[in-house]
């Protein structure tokens, strides 16, 4: 850690950004502000390039949201350099709010508030005097201080309520998608699906024959729908069925990676698995 704490903003609106900016510097005229950007994939780019102490990322950006962005950026984050302290910026959603809230996630509302900020630099010291306390007293391997962030963050990414779009909670279970395949519309029995896998605007379905549909409706919402006992995350965007796992192999970086049963294998003979959703695989 540098003597000064740093941060860097990820906000897409640039007045909200300056006011935030301001206020921050106001409160806490130490904080070193190492750059400002305006989306999420900006902001894991220069987060892994500058490291700075706290990260202020606005909920909702175009391309990447804050929440995706500092997921990529988690998994992302090198070993030996504890990660930052997350506040996400958002305007006042009371899902939203609830799944921080739940998470002890810190957050400053839109727009900017002086005293509710003062709330949340105070919180920030507090942590950045205890970092620094630690640090000083302990030679132990920063990344045990980045498991609680990796389940605040796998937390948040299940919540509907930390998503840019609100999805019903009541709807039934799927046991059907209607997925396209060329000209066709084709049915696909939930019982079939393999694997699932966001790309772009649509989602492919690879089934155990090893066919590959497409559909329209995010992961996200499907996601919602389907039994998560059944239907394991193994990364932001792939759900893969648990009882078509053969197995998993570590690399020498210590990354994990999946191998399907039956003929999707031949095609796909490994899938990444995020380091979100690494503890999912531990011996019994």
């Known amino acids: 850690m540098t003597n000064a704490p740093t941060a860097l903003i990820a906000e897409d609106e640039p007045l909200l950004a300056l006011a935030l900016q ?9 904080l070193r502000m190492v750059a400002s950007v305006t989306d ?3 902001a894991v780019h220069s987060a892994l390039a500058l490291q700075p102490d706290f990260l202020f990322f606005d909920i ?10 500092a997921a990529e950026l988690a998994d992302a984050w090198p070993e030996g350099r504890a990660f930052p302290v997350l506040v996400f910026v958002t305007a006042y959603d009371e899902y939203a709010l609830r799944a921080f809230d739940a998470q002890a996630v810190d957050y400053v509302l839109k727009p900017v508030r002086a005293d509710r900020l003062a709330q949340t630099v105070a919180r920030l010291q507090a942590q950045w005097r205890q970092r620094q306390a630690t640090a000083a007293q302990s030679s132990a391997a920063p990344f045990d201080a980045l498991n609680p962030v990796l389940s605040q963050l796998r937390a948040l990414l299940q919540s509907p309520g930390a998503s840019q779009t609100q999805y019903p909670l009541t709807q039934p279970p799927l046991a059907l998608l209607q997925a396209s395949q060329g000209t066709q519309l084709r049915m696909v029995p939930v019982a079939d699906v393999v694997w699932l896998e966001a790309a772009d605007k649509y989602v492919r379905v690879f089934t155990h024959d090893g066919t590959e549909v497409l559909l329209r409706t995010p992961l996200k919402e499907l996601q919602h729908r389907l039994d998560p006992a059944v239907f394991w995350q193994i990364h932001r965007g792939t759900l893969v069925r ?9 690399d020498a970086m210590g990354k994990l990676s999946l191998r399907l049963k039956g003929q999707v294998a031949t095609a796909h003979p490994a899938l990444p698995v995020s ?4 503890h999912q695989f531990k011996a019994m």
């Open 60 to 69: 909702r950006m175009p391309g990447q949201d804050g929440l995706q962005a």
């Open 22 to 30: 301001h206020e921050l510097a106001a409160l806490w005229p130490e």
């Open 275 to 278: 380091r979100l959703f690494a």
């Open 40 to 42: 999420g994939l900006q």
């Open 242 to 250: 648990a009882t078509a796992i053969e197995s998993v192999q570590r």
